[in-house]
Every structure is written in structure tokens, then in C-alpha cells.
Antibody
């Protein structure tokens, strides 16, 4: 079964950093774009960041641009999200999601596989 | 690109036909997806490219639209369909979701 498993969440003070990881298995990881999506409990979904199959194209929500960096390790089937200068409003459940497409020049096809999420809490 | 879903919440009965709309602030061709989310669960992809049903999704779900106006229709509500539904534009970064439509049992 295709699987995504997130890790790296936790409690962190405002202004500090955290790196999330997503381990992918049972699909050809380097064929697909990948994304991070977050959700505050009881609220809606917020797309955070995406990366094309080869890392050549990345995008960020305005709310995290300049603070978060997405990357991927296609050799080992990992997706990452480096989160710097964290704020209280970054507190959420963070999902890793696989795209149906490759993500070059657009080419997104919807997120067909999701992990169960990892919780990030930013608080002093 | 902003997406506006309506209604924000909807009460309906098993067997009802329901329609949720999603309006984009810019032209997005057919680069729109619909998701279903149940409490405590990750979202599930229902429809992509505005009208293509994802594998395994029941045929009572359908999507239509292009440009800026889109709809998700459930032809005959089943008990498992009571959930929250989101649209998402896939036309260009930053990708965005609608605010969600909570479908509740009447």
C-alpha cells in the first residue's frame, strides 16, 4: 500500500526552527510532485508548499514565504520542510501529500495520497 | 487565486441531491480538485481536473465547470457522505483551497 509517514513535529518556542520529514514508500517517489498542507484543529486546509518531481520548481504560501523551505531526497524517498522563524500562527497539523502529476510548469493533478500528519505547536 | 465555496454549511437528508459551488477569483481553466474530509482523518481526493472521478470514488459524485465557476454534486446522499468538502485550485502557485463546506445530516 502506498504510504506517507510524517515526523519531526513537536513543541517549539516562537522564533525557533523545526524540520519536518515525510517518508514515502511503495510508489516511485521521483515521478511525482509533493506538497505540505496544514490544518489548525477545527479549521480549514491551508496549502503550505509544493515541489516538483525533480526539485526544479517549488512554491510557497504567502504566509510562509521566506521562512519555510521545501526539499526532497529522491534517492531515499524523503520530503522535508525546514521551518524557521516559527510563529504561534504556524501551530497546526502538517500533512505530507503526493500529487498525481510531476509539477513542472504547473502539471499538478490533485493530491491523491496523504499521510496522517505531524503536529507542530509554537508556544513559549 | 482565491476560492470561495458556497454554502459554508449545508443540512441535507439521506437520498438528497446536493450541490456545492466553488468560484475562483481568476481564470483557472479546469485545474480544480475536490476533496472530502471526515473528522480526525486526512482529506481524500474525489475529483481532479474539475470533472474526472478519482479511482474508487462512487459515481454519485460528479464535478463540472471551467474557468472560474465549478460545482460538486452528490446525486443521492449516503450516510458516509456527511463530511466537509474542499475545492483546490491547481492552476498556479500558490495553490489554494476553498474555505470548506460542512455537510450535515438534517
Amino acid at each position: 500500500e502506498v504510504q506517507l509517514v510524517e515526523s519531526g513535529g513537536g513543541l517549539v518556542q516562537p522564533g525557533r526552527s523545526l524540520r519536518l520529514s515525510c517518508a514515502a514508500s511503495r510508489f516511485t517517489f521521483d515521478d511525482y510532485a509533493m506538497h505540505w498542507v496544514r490544518q489548525v484543529p477545527g479549521k480549514g486546509l491551508e496549502w503550505v508548499s509544493g515541489i516538483s518531481w525533480n526539485g526544479g520548481s517549488v512554491g510557497y504560501a504567502d504566509s510562509v514565504k521566506g521562512r519555510f523551505t521545501i526539499s526532497r531526497d529522491n534517492a531515499n524517498n524523503f520530503l522535508y520542510l525546514q521551518m524557521n522563524s516559527l510563529r504561534a500562527e504556524d501551530t497546526a497539523l502538517y500533512y505530507c501529500a503526493k500529487d498525481r502529476g510531476r509539477g513542472n510548469q504547473g502539471g499538478f493533478g490533485g493530491m491523491d495520497v496523504w499521510g496522517q500528519g505531524t503536529t507542530v505547536t509554537v508556544s513559549s | 487565486i482565491q476560492l470561495t465555496q458556497s454554502p459554508s454549511s449545508l443540512s441535507a437528508s439521506v437520498g438528497d441531491r446536493v450541490t456545492i459551488t466553488c468560484r475562483a477569483s481568476q481564470y483557472i481553466r479546469t485545474y480544480l480538485a475536490w476533496y472530502q474530509q471526515n473528522p480526525g482523518k486526512a482529506p481524500k481526493l474525489l475529483i481532479y481536473t474539475a470533472s474526472t472521478l478519482q479511482n474508487g470514488v462512487p459515481s454519485r459524485f460528479s464535478g463540472s465547470g471551467s474557468g472560474t465557476d465549478f460545482t460538486l454534486t452528490i446525486s443521492s446522499l449516503q450516510p458516509e457522505d456527511f463530511a466537509t468538502y474542499y475545492c483546490q485550485q491547481l492552476n498556479s502557485y500558490p495553490l489554494t483551497f476553498g474555505q470548506g463546506t460542512k455537510l450535515e445530516i438534517k
